[in-house]
């Protein structure tokens, strides 16, 4: 107290410093419990996943089984794979969603390029079309968009699209599949927060509208991109209302997981009647739904760090 | 021969406004091939079918007008459709605004300087990767998709009977039923709220990287609290993204294949009946883009803006 007075210190000001100093010393720990307690409520599913995906389906009706399982097998992982048809459906998966996903990125890019540095008329009617591709819900458009590929043409010329990798390749690579109007507007955002200088020397320089695109800003978006990509991906992989539209009998990651039940049974007990008591499936369940997010979790795991750095950075928020 | 090679020689005199306004439009020229042909065009087709009686047979798709009969049939004469609509909006109502908070709320929380900050933004970003997929209703519980109900209560962390059995643990009896479902109802919500904030999280926590360091040095000297910091300094710079998240929010919910309303138009699909589903869909957006239109005009009016 008394050096305190001797710095010169009134008693309010004491009062805040030691107010200041307690809250330092309590915050921490208050926030150490919401964070670790809302954390838990995330990764519990995950947890409950790995564990339950490499136990035998016997563990589940123990009651002494909670989170680490009595019979270790890796026998569940097997036939759960065996049952969503892999690699047969890894490949579907990643030539039609990711393959799409990918174009999707480059195809939003240009466009948010072209909203974000060039003048022309129109262009706010037209982004206001950007606008209501997030608002409307794609089940507005899925129907109309069905009869719409089944009868793909113009005049007296039709092709059925239908079960072709083109309904999905169609939109994207024309920026119009999945969520492409946040992804358009995300890439606007961040070609608008960057230095136009850079632009103005290269064309100044002779260089061209589209290769100034690839060469100058492209490099300088990457945080961008993988935000972007890593949205994109995610959101085809994860998709199974616009692949059940168009697909009769295609097997996605995706949509094997929702008909995992039927599946299963006629693999493992040759018929879909079989009975199982639902606690035991879940053992397969958990491993369905392990298989499907490792890819994703991996991806995200690697690109996590650039992924908020880039969020950060971006000017999402613009 | 000869013209070709002139007129090669003599490029158009374009200004450079103008040439950069054909850049434009050639950038977004793929973008409005595809937005006419699968997006507009499709819009325009199920707006004009849900005033006809749609009946598709090999391939031809027969229109017959029918003015208002299929709105009037989804409000009036469909079993479902009007309590499902009422559902889903009363849990828009009540669960986005906690949406919002409780995401502000985390952001506000990883924005500070601590240990594993890394690791903690890992983890609250993840519903990110998983939530909109498949996997996400088995592991919430939501299992009627696949054919079994009984399994759902072993699959949510929260399930009735751990939170009736805490409350024996505990050593509270008897209490009543309604006070039972109310705690298991809050508790789980608290995991669809959380699984439902992770792109909210990210949102606002870019917002707060805006904030100009000056504004934090300037308040630590006035010595503002953290709540006055908060109410002062922070809300005001990240109003602009309330109403993007709250948008998001409405819209993530309203567009997510299994609320009630989109479950019901996915089950009328598979009867086919193209005329009804396309009246129940645009109704349903209608009153979305009503919601929000309302919320944007109130919203306006109390955000600030530091630029424009």
């Not at chain 2, 017959?64 to 009363?90: A, I, R």
């Not at chain 2, 039972?180 to 917002?207: K, P, R, T, Y």
């Amino acid at each position: 107290m008394e050096e305190k007075s001797a710095k010169g210190l009134s008693r309010e000001e004491i009062g805040y410093l030691r107010r200041k100093k307690a809250a330092k010393a309590v915050f921490p720990i208050f926030r150490f419990i919401i964070l670790f307690g809302l954390g838990f409520v995330i990764l519990y599913p995950l947890i409950y996943m790995i564990s339950c995906a490499f136990r035998e389906r016997g563990d589940m009706n123990d009651p002494t089984v909670m989170w680490i399982p009595r019979h270790f097998t890796l026998d569940v992982m097997k036939e759960t794979l065996d049952a969503m048809g892999f690699p047969q459906t890894l490949f579907t998966t990643l030539f039609l969603n990711v393959g799409s996903s990918l174009m999707q990125v480059i195809s939003c890019a240009v466009t948010g390029y072209g909203f974000a540095r060039f003048k022309f008329k129109g262009q706010k009617l037209l982004f206001g079309i950007v606008i209501m591709m997030i608002l409307v819900p794609p089940q507005v458009i899925a129907l109309p968009l069905y009869s719409q590929f089944r009868n793909f043409g113009i005049g007296g010329f039709t092709v059925n699209l239908i079960d072709t990798a083109l309904t999905m390749y169609l939109p994207a690579i024309t920026a119009n599949g999945i969520r492409a109007g946040l992804m358009i507007l995300i890439f606007r955002q961040f070609f608008k927060g960057l230095p136009k200088e850079i632009e103005d020397a290269a064309y100044i320089d002779g260089c061209g509208a589209f290769r100034t695109f690839v060469q100058v800003m492209v490099p300088n978006a990457s945080a961008a991109f993988l935000t972007v990509f890593l949205f994109s991906v995610v959101w085809y992989w994860n998709d199974y209302y616009v692949s059940a539209t168009f697909f009769t009998d295609t097997r996605t990651i995706s949509l094997m997981l929702r008909n995992l039940d039927t599946e299963l049974k006629q693999k493992l007990f040759g018929t879909i009647s079989a009975e199982i008591s639902p606690r035991e499936q879940i053992v397969w369940k958990e491993a369905g739904c392990l298989i499907s997010i490792t890819p994703l979790l991996i991806l995200y795991v690697c690109l996590q760090k650039h992924f908020i750095e880039g969020i950060e950075r971006s000017g999402i928020v613009g | 021969m000869m013209s070709k090679k002139n007129n090669r020689n003599k490029p158009p005199r374009l200004s450079y406004e103008k040439r950069k306004a054909l850049y434009g439009y050639g950038f977004i020229s793929i973008w409005l091939v595809g937005t006419i042909s699968f997006f507009l065009v499709p819009l325009l087709t199920s707006f004009i079918w849900s005033f006809c009686d749609v009946t598709i047979d090999t391939g031809n798709t027969n229109l017959k007008w029918v003015g208002l009969n299929n709105f009037e049939h989804s409000l009036m004469v469909d079993p479902k459709y009007t309590d499902c609509l009422k559902q889903t909006l009363l849990e828009t109502l009540w669960k986005t605004p906690l949406i919002v908070i409780f995401s502000l709320f985390i952001a506000v929380i990883l924005n500070q300087k601590f240990k594993g900050r890394t690791f903690a933004r890992a983890v609250f970003f993840l519903p990110v990767i998983i939530a909109t997929g498949p996997v996400y209703a088995v592991i919430s519980g939501d299992i009627k998709s696949t054919g079994n109900t009984e399994a759902a209560q072993f699959s949510t962390m929260f399930s009735t009977n751990m939170v009736g059995e805490l409350l024996q643990f505990l050593g509270i009896y008897g209490l009543s039923d309604n006070m039972e479902a109310m705690i298991s109802a809050v508790s789980d919500n608290i995991f669809s709220i959380v699984w439902a904030s992770g792109v909210q999280i990210l949102l606002f926590l870019a917002a707060l990287q805006t904030i100009p360091s000056s504004a934090r040095e300037a308040a630590q000297l006035e010595g503002a609290t953290a709540w006055e910091y908060f109410w002062k300094i922070t809300f005001p710079y990240v109003s602009p993204f309330i109403l993007v998240n709250f948008i998001f929010t409405v819209i993530d919910s309203f567009t997510n294949p299994t609320n009630p309303v989109m479950k019901r138009i996915l089950a009328l699909r598979d009867d086919w009946q193209f005329g009804n589903i396309s009246a129940m869909a645009w109704l349903y957006f209608g009153i979305i883009l009503t919601a929000i239109g309302i919320v944007t005009f109130a919203a306006n009016k109390m955000i600030y803006y530091e630029t424009e």
